[in-house]
C-alpha cells in the first residue's frame, strides 16, 4: 500500500493557492480567430464567443451564467494535471484551447447533438470524442429547477398574504375569521390570530427555505456530476490519457472523470476529496439503506445476488455503464471505487496501466478479455482477495475522511 496522500495533498493544495486556480505549467495558448470563428458558425447566429485560459466557449446565455461556467471549466482542467503531477502519470499539454458550446435552454441543445446523432435526451451535458467538443446547457432552466422556482415563487407569494393579513386586522377586540391560503378557517381575538398568523409566517418562512436548499442542491448536483465529469473526459482525452479513436476501458474512462465530481479548492481539492455522493450509491447498491457498518462480505452478497457487479463485470461487460435509473447509478458508484482505490493504494500501479491504455492508437479496439487481461497483469486478479480488499476499503470511508482516507 502507498503512503498516505498527505504530502501531495500538501503539494496540490500549494499549487491551486500559488496558481490562483490556474494550470501551474503548460504553454500559454494564443488566439486564434479562425477556431472561435468555426465554433461560432457551429454553435449558431445568436451565440457570442469568449476565451478563458484554455477554453474557447460558444454561449447564448447570460454573461454572468457563462462566467459561473468559466470557473469550473478551468478548476477541472488545473486539476486533471495536478492529478497527473501527483501520482506519476505522463501526461500532455493541449496546444489549442479546448471547445464547449453552453446553450441556455434544453431543447436547443438537444436539438444541435440531434444533428450530430446524438440522443441527448436526459442528460445536462456531454463531451463528443469526434467534435472533440464538450455540450452543456443551463441548468437553472432544467424542467425540474423550473418547477421548484414556481414553489419558491407561490411560497413567497404566500408569506406576503399572511404580512398583509397581519396589517389589515382591526384595532378592536371583536372576533375576527381568517382564511389562510391552505383552506383553513381560523375565528378568534386579534391576540389569537396574530398567533396563528405568525406560526403560519415560521412554516412558510421553513418551506422556502427548504425549497431554496433543493433547488441549490440540484443545481450544484447538476454542476459537479456533470460539468466537471465530462470536462474531466475532454481534458483526459486531450491530455493523453485515453486515445480519441482507440478503444479505452470504459470503466477507467468514467471511473477516472467521477474523481474530478467534488469541488475544486479548500478544504477539498477536487480528486482530493472523497466523492460523498458516489460513495453513498455505493452503500445503497450494497446495503440498502441500512445504517450499519457494512463489509466486503456484503458486498460479496450483493454481487452474487446481482443487486451489484464487480470490476471483472465492468471490464468484460462495458454496456453496463449506459444502464439508467439505479443499476446505473451503482455500477457508476463501482467505477468510481475502483478508480478511487487504485488512485489511492496502487499509484505505481495504476500510472504503469495508464501508460499502456494510452499507447494505443486511434483504430486499436481490445476486445473485453483483452482488458481484463491487460488489467490484471498489472493489479493481479480479480478474485476474491481482491474484491474483498476493495470492496472492505470502499466501505470503510466516512464523510469525515475526506483528505486523510
Known sequence: MSPGPTWWLAAALALV??????????????????????LARQAGPNFRVKRTSHFVIAYDTADEVARELDIRLEQTYHMVFVFCDMNGIRARWPDRRLEVIFFDERPAYERHLAQLGVNAAHTFGIYHQQT??????NA?????????????????????????????LPADGSTIEVRFSDGERFVGSKAEIERR???????????????????????NRINQTVVQHETAHQMLFNAGLHVRGAGNPKWLIEGLAC?????????GSGFSALNTARLEDFRVGVGGQTKRRLTGRDYEKAVQTGRMVSPKDLILSPDLLSLRGDAGLYNYAVAW???????????????A???????????????????????EQHF??????????????????????????
Open 17 to 38: 493557492l500559488a496558481c490562483g486556480g490556474a494550470a501551474p505549467r503548460g504553454p500559454v495558448l494564443e488566439r486564434d480567430p479562425e477556431q472561435e470563428t468555426a
Open 132 to 137: 472533440n467538443r464538450s455540450y452543456f446547457f
Open 140 to 168: 437553472a432552466n432544467d424542467e425540474q429547477v423550473l418547477k421548484l422556482k414556481e414553489q419558491i415563487a407561490a411560497s413567497s407569494a404566500n408569506i406576503d398574504k399572511l404580512q398583509q393579513s397581519l396589517r389589515n
Open 197 to 219: 398568523v405568525n406560526r403560519k409566517l415560521d412554516e412558510a418562512r421553513a418551506d422556502l427555505k427548504r425549497i431554496e436548499a433543493r433547488r441549490q442542491n440540484y443545481c
Open 259 to 267: 474523481l474530478f465530481e467534488t469541488p475544486p479548492g479548500p478544504p
Open 337 to 351: 471505487g475502483l478508480a478511487h482505490y487504485l488512485q489511492r493504494n496502487e499509484r505505481e500501479k495504476l500510472a
Open 353 to 375: 496501466y495508464l501508460s499502456d491504455v494510452s499507447a494505443r492508437v486511434p483504430g486499436d479496439n481490445p476486445t473485453p478479455q483483452q482488458e481484463l487481461e491487460l488489467f
Open 380 to 405: 493481479g486478479p480479480i478474485d476474491e482477495i481482491f474484491l474483498r480488499r476493495f470492496s472492505g476499503y470502499i466501505l470503510g470511508l466516512t464523510a469525515r475522511a475526506q483528505l486523510d482516507s
